[in-house]
């Protein structure tokens, strides 16, 4: 376990949008012991921590974090012992060169979540999902540190309450992910294609399954155009991927929601089923609110990309106020012109919108 307190070192040397103030002290966790023992340390010493994977889900105040900063950084993946078609994979792996290695060992199942930055760690919290796909579908379960009783253990996928980009440990720190389990498909063929547009892309039909290998180059074709794909030369990729989650309208309000949207914009309204309602494209009411691919926010530091709008960009010299700027006036903007209020994906520490 590497640890540093002689300097401070500051978030946006961690994390993809390149944002954030110091960190008053930092911790590496090669291992899951280590991640359990770092944890534990600052725990019983009273100290706040902020675990840190692939930094590509997190904003960070410009004051940085006053507290421990734990690098989970436990790698690799391997195939289960026990199970025929499941891979037990480290929370500090980089996620997609786990589905890169999945693919490459004519393993599939998770080749439509490719080009996503981040680590394992953080999938099974967020719900991670891409192109009608969502990590839920493949997660078997999550071995975990449970700081409140200071133990390890596994909680099986139907103990997680995933959903749309959620799941029980998103919005609380208890729940340390260690390991995170995985069923993947041994014939190395796709999770069916349900995404139109990917659908379209490899020239199949919706529910179609094709190589891995196949899947995950249309995948990344696509990502790249939306800069989705992270190259530290376009600054469209410095971003937090998707800002806001797409809303979901409850089904008691979806009839007026949408009338009121049509009789605004004149057109018909992209909608998908959901649980408990229907489901908007927040990148669809962005646009339509007046903030195109590029819009720019303070001093043009900041700007939603040029190719997606759905992402907040930073452009080279901004701070994290002038991102939350920008995000502000594109969610209140949304909400004037349509009365539907967009939510953040990020964690947001140390700052608010």
């Given at each position: 376990m590497d640890t540093r307190t002689s300097e401070l070192p500051k978030l946006s040397a961690y994390t993809t949008l390149r944002l954030g103030g110091p960190?008053?002290?930092f911790v590496s966790a090669v291992t899951s012991e280590d991640l359990v023992a770092a944890v534990r340390e600052a725990d019983a010493a009273g100290e706040p921590v902020l675990l840190l994977g692939g930094?590509?889900?997190?904003?960070?105040?410009?004051?940085?974090f006053d507290g421990t900063l734990v690098e989970v950084a436990n790698t690799g993946w391997r195939r289960a012992g026990d199970r025929a078609g499941h891979v037990d994979v480290e929370a500090g792996q980089n996620w997609d060169a786990f589905v890169a290695g999945l693919v490459d060992a004519g393993l599939g199942g998770l080749e439509c979540l490719s080009g996503i930055p981040g680590s394992v760690g953080a999938t099974p919290i967020q719900n991670v999902g891409a192109y009608g796909c969502e990590v839920a579908e493949s997660i078997v379960s999550v071995e975990l540190y449970d700081r409140g009783t200071r133990e390890v253990r596994t909680l099986k996928a139907d103990e997680l309450g995933f959903a749309y980009r959620t799941s029980v440990l998103k919005g609380t720190d208890t729940g340390v992910v260690l390991s995170v389990r995985f069923e993947v498909r041994e014939d190395g063929l796709s999770a069916p294609i349900r995404y139109a547009e990917l659908a379209r892309t490899l020239g199949v039909e919706i529910g179609a399954r094709v190589p891995a290998a196949e899947a995950r180059e249309a995948v990344l074709k696509l990502r790249r155009g939306k800069g989705m794909v992270l190259d530290p030369a376009d600054h469209d990729t410095w971003s937090a991927g998707s800002f806001f989650t797409n809303p979901i309208v409850p089904s008691t309000e979806a009839e007026a929601v949408l009338a009121r949207i049509t009789g605004v914009v004149g057109a018909e309204v992209p909608q998908y089923p959901a649980d408990g309602g229907v489901k908007l494209s927040?990148?669809?009411?962005?646009?339509r609110a007046g903030f195109?691919?590029?819009?720019?926010?303070p001093g043009n530091r900041v700007s939603l990309s040029t190719k997606h709008t759905l992402a907040l960009t930073n452009r080279g010299d901004a701070t994290?106020?002038?991102?939350?700027?920008?995000?502000?006036e594109v969610r209140d903007g949304v909400e004037q012109r349509f009365g539907v209020r967009l939510h953040p994906e990020p964690l947001l520490i140390n700052c608010v919108i």
């Amino acid at each position: 376990m590497d640890t540093r307190t002689s300097e401070l070192p500051k978030l946006s040397a961690y994390t993809t949008l390149r944002l954030g103030g110091p960190a008053r002290r930092f911790v590496s966790a090669v291992t899951s012991e280590d991640l359990v023992a770092a944890v534990r340390e600052a725990d019983a010493a009273g100290e706040p921590v902020l675990l840190l994977g692939g930094g590509s889900n997190l904003v960070v105040g410009d004051a940085g974090f006053d507290g421990t900063l734990v690098e989970v950084a436990n790698t690799g993946w391997r195939r289960a012992g026990d199970r025929a078609g499941h891979v037990d994979v480290e929370a500090g792996q980089n996620w997609d060169a786990f589905v890169a290695g999945l693919v490459d060992a004519g393993l599939g199942g998770l080749e439509c979540l490719s080009g996503i930055p981040g680590s394992v760690g953080a999938t099974p919290i967020q719900n991670v999902g891409a192109y009608g796909c969502e990590v839920a579908e493949s997660i078997v379960s999550v071995e975990l540190y449970d700081r409140g009783t200071r133990e390890v253990r596994t909680l099986k996928a139907d103990e997680l309450g995933f959903a749309y980009r959620t799941s029980v440990l998103k919005g609380t720190d208890t729940g340390v992910v260690l390991s995170v389990r995985f069923e993947v498909r041994e014939d190395g063929l796709s999770a069916p294609i349900r995404y139109a547009e990917l659908a379209r892309t490899l020239g199949v039909e919706i529910g179609a399954r094709v190589p891995a290998a196949e899947a995950r180059e249309a995948v990344l074709k696509l990502r790249r155009g939306k800069g989705m794909v992270l190259d530290p030369a376009d600054h469209d990729t410095w971003s937090a991927g998707s800002f806001f989650t797409n809303p979901i309208v409850p089904s008691t309000e979806a009839e007026a929601v949408l009338a009121r949207i049509t009789g605004v914009v004149g057109a018909e309204v992209p909608q998908y089923p959901a649980d408990g309602g229907v489901k908007l494209s927040a990148a669809w009411l962005i646009e339509r609110a007046g903030f195109g691919k590029g819009y720019p926010g303070p001093g043009n530091r900041v700007s939603l990309s040029t190719k997606h709008t759905l992402a907040l960009t930073n452009r080279g010299d901004a701070t994290t106020e002038d991102l939350l700027a920008l995000a502000r006036e594109v969610r209140d903007g949304v909400e004037q012109r349509f009365g539907v209020r967009l939510h953040p994906e990020p964690l947001l520490i140390n700052c608010v919108i």
